[in-house]
């Protein structure tokens, strides 16, 4: 079995690989910083006994994304599982002034993801299976003013994967959407999120893996935020925007 | 740009608490980042906070928590040199290798313990008779100075900052990674011999008896005073590639909230003890046990330190020099059963005689570790007493395990101080590297 993970130097994202690797899969860590990715893929070798290789992936190459998953699924002989872990939150208060920071944001987060998985859901077709998970947001589940443009990208990354789901549920490809809450890496170090827990990356990793082994389309880390979100969602427009939440 | 969090933090024993601008670097680089983001108020590194006092800690100032540079980078299997990150835990380590046959070449008493920690206390284990330290077993040492390099160092390569930095508690430098030599094993499974021991001299005899052993550590009451005084359990092992029974297996304990300080009193402790020794009625008990119960028997407990309730509680671990009397010995369990206070848990054994220079704790000798809960100042009335005890002796503290101690006992324990520290200011003349120990010993720049 194998797996690619894009974006793999992420903390949520490398202890996907590992819990894959630990369930026997060679893995493929691609990642913009190379020697991070050859760091990660020594680990997990040496950890798992498996086969691990870091290839270098920038998000918004676009031209080189064919070739990124052409060399991914040549080491691996075929892709079983992909995770698409790449993304970034941006300055929210700079792109509202520079439309090059706002557009980056945007093709980091969507048009690399549609980008890598339309390419992915192709190969995965051919081969008749596979398992595509998608690293969305529950900031896509609705439009706040803190971090709308982040948000909307996610939610449009949501979107895509669940209409990407329905294409190719007849072809055996199944594809996951994970929304994750807080969870404890870079992104919330030193963030105050109250009373809200904050889930572990190891944790969220074992909740990711478990649910693409049963096959579930949606999952929000942890569970409790589906019904977070069920509430955020179901606030009147007329109300919420007089709202700062 | 790193991300500082304003976070309070403790050592193993829950005191003192100091409050820092707390940074996670996940990489070496965003380690150099966070280097050159010091702010002038001192910087330390933390790993996952297993010393007891204020060693990990440097109020005020800037910490960086190493727990996510966990990569192992490399394996040679043909010589068992392993290289690892700063965080890689000894955890990481045991259960990576000793199912192939290779196992840390130290292990201290627990093994939530991270490489870099190990190294900076230069920790020991039960086989510190036979193996000496962690140093002992490490080579390129990868150490960002002061000045932003990367110095790699170890007993051939600048030996002067590696033996700085062995025992020295993070005061030299942010470790980035090392190679450490795993050691064959036979197998995952340990022989032990548990001696029950009637008083002081039965145990040392049966240590001097015990040369078979690569694995020695004994369990020591240290409530009961006159004939019994010094009655424990002697704990003797080495490697086996035999199988424990099967179906033996420990249940995995959590004390899941701080316990309300009155539960460990003199009276509860002094129960414990009894009911410890009273626990095993054979002179001798021979068994096979996995490597977990028998080096890391307190990990089974999760928090097992949240026990000593909220104001936590102090370990005072000396190490004296052999004496046929064991004056020294006699003399610190006879002021703690007059103190009134008792130690729950108290660790004797007897050290080989490899040392390391500078502020490495083992010494040829006896060392002797006890678990008090913090009473204030009766409890640091009592140490200063035992001070004394070890100072006159010839003996000296664990700096790992303080939280109290004082500048000139320090300095009379340790007169090598001040050859450490000047090396120490060579490396490192601006005083960027702190920490609250070093302020209170005088071991680093001390403006606040």
């Known amino acids: ?245 | 740009m790193s991300t500082w969090a304003e976070q309070s933090l403790h050592g193993w024993g829950h005191y003192p608490v100091h409050g820092a601008l707390v940074a996670r670097p996940e990489s070496p680089a965003e380690v150099a980042q966070a280097l050159r983001e010091h702010q002038g108020r001192g910087l330390l590194a933390y790993g996952l906070g297993r010393s007891y006092g204020d060693a990990p800690l440097l109020e005020g100032g800037q910490v960086l928590r190493t727990e996510r540079l966990d990569r192992m980078l490399s394996f040679d299997d043909s010589t068992g040199w392993a290289r690892i990150e700063a965080g890689v835990t000894v955890e990481d380590l045991a259960r990576t290798f000793a199912p192939r046959g290779w196992f840390p070449p130290v292990v201290p008493g627990t093994w939530y313990v991270t490489a870099a920690g190990a190294l900076a206390n230069d920790i020991h284990g039960k086989n510190h008779h036979l193996d000496g330290t962690w140093a002992d077993h490490v080579r390129r040492v990868e150490l960002l100075t002061a000045s932003g390099e990367v110095v790699v160092c170890d007993a051939e390569r600048e030996p002067d900052l590696f033996w700085a930095t062995v025992g020295g508690l993070g005061l030299t430098g942010l470790i980035l990674s090392m190679e450490v030599r795993m050691v064959p094993i036979p197998g995952p499974y340990i022989e032990v011999e548990t001696v029950k021991v009637r008083d002081l001299d039965h145990f040392f005899q049966v240590s001097a008896e015990s040369g078979g052993y690569s694995h020695t550590v004994s369990w020591i009451d240290t409530t009961t005073r006159g004939r019994g005084m010094g009655r424990g359990h002697f704990m003797r092992g080495r490697w086996t590639a035999e199988r424990p029974p099967a179906g033996l297996h420990l249940p995995r304990l959590t004390v899941p909230f701080d316990a309300p300080n009155a539960l460990l009193n003199r009276a509860t402790i002094t129960l414990f003890n009894e009911a410890y020794y009273q626990r095993q009625r054979a002179a001798r008990v021979r068994a096979i046990t996995g490597y977990e119960p028998f080096f890391f028997p307190l990990d089974a407990v999760d928090g097992w330190n949240r026990a000593y309730g909220p104001r936590g509680f102090l370990q005072y671990q000396l190490v004296v020099p052999h004496d046929p009397e064991r004056r020294a010995i006699r003399a610190v369990m006879e002021a703690v059963t007059r103190s009134g206070m008792a130690s729950f848990l108290a660790v004797i054994k007897e050290f080989g005689d490899r040392i390391h220079p500078h502020l490495s704790f083992p010494r040829p000798g006896v060392t002797l570790a006890m678990d008090f809960p913090n009473r204030g100042r009766p409890l640091l009335d009592l140490f200063d007493r035992l001070d004394r005890i070890v100072l006159d002796a010839g003996g000296r503290l664990y700096l790992g395990k303080d939280a109290r101690l004082s500048r000139d006992t320090f300095r009379a324990m340790y007169p090598e101080w001040e050859g450490w520290r000047a090396l120490r200011d060579t490396w490192d003349p601006e005083g960027v590297f702190r920490s609250s120990l070093g302020r209170r010993l005088g071991l680093c720049k001390e403006d606040r």
């Open chain 1, 1 to 245: 079995m194998s797996t690619l993970i894009l974006g793999a130097t992420s903390r949520v994202a490398s202890r996907v690989a590992h819990r894959y690797a630990a369930a026997g899969h060679d893995v493929v860590l691609a990642a913009i910083e190379l020697e991070e990715a050859q760091a990660l893929a020594a680990d997990v070798r040496l950890r798992h006994q498996v086969k691990a290789v870091a290839i270098r992936f920038d998000a918004t190459d676009f031209d080189a994304h064919p070739a990124v998953i052409a060399e991914a699924a040549q080491v691996l002989g075929g892709i079983d599982v992909a995770l698409i872990a790449f993304g970034a939150m941006g300055d929210a208060a700079r792109a509202r002034q520079e439309f090059s920071a706002a557009r980056q944001v945007i093709e980091i987060n969507y048009s690399a993801a549609v980008s890598v998985a339309e390419l992915l859901a192709a190969h995965m077709v051919a081969r008749g299976k596979g398992t595509l998970i998608g690293i969305a947001s529950v900031a896509g589940d609705r439009g706040r003013q803190s971090n709308y443009l982040y948000g909307s990208a996610k939610g449009a990354l949501a979107l895509y994967l669940q209409g990407l789901r329905n294409r190719l549920h007849k072809d055996g490809v199944h594809v996951l959407t994970v929304k994750p809450g807080f969870m404890d890496t870079r992104m919330t170090w030193g963030v105050d999120t109250g009373r809200v827990p904050v889930l572990s990356p190891e944790a969220a990793a074992e909740a990711i893996f478990r649910a693409a082994e049963r096959g579930a389309d949606v999952v929000y880390l942890p569970p409790f935020w589906r019904l977070i979100m069920g509430g955020i969602r179901a606030i009147p427009e007329a109300l919420f925007k007089r709202m700062s939440l």
